[in-house]
Nanobody
């Protein structure tokens, strides 16, 4: 029942910027982790950035460090990915991810449908 809806993707020239957003709805519990994965053509899906709400730990894959910034608005159940200095190799479908743990201890993973980011001149 939990839905993740991404927005903000598009076409941008190398060196440009985009800001992705992902809004979660339908969750009865606090969202523990929210982040972003991406999948380029012919390549496996990889972690881009993720934030653990409890503890406030943020991690980035090495290829985006210094260029991408993840942030969260817990009141809106929304996670953002600010992408600066974009490179052609950043071209991929970007997927929002959420991890939820219920008070009973059950855990669930949720994925958005993805938003296309294309970096090209």
């Amino acid at each position: 029942q939990v839905q993740l809806v991404e927005s903000g993707g598009g076409l941008v020239q190398p060196g440009g910027s985009l800001r992705l957003s992902c809004a979660a709805s339908g969750s009865s519990f606090s969202i523990n982790d929210m982040g972003w994965y991406r999948q380029a053509p012919g390549k496996p899906r990889e972690l881009v950035a993720i934030n653990t709400n409890i503890g406030g730990i943020t991690t980035y894959t090495d290829s985006v460090k210094g260029r991408f910034t993840i942030s969260r608005d817990n009141a809106k159940n929304t996670v953002y990915l600010q992408m600066n200095s974009l490179k052609p190799e950043d071209t991929a479908v970007y997927y929002c991810y959420a991890f939820i743990r219920s008070p009973q201890g059950s855990t669930h993973d949720y994925w958005g449908q993805g938003t296309q980011v294309t970096v090209s001149s």
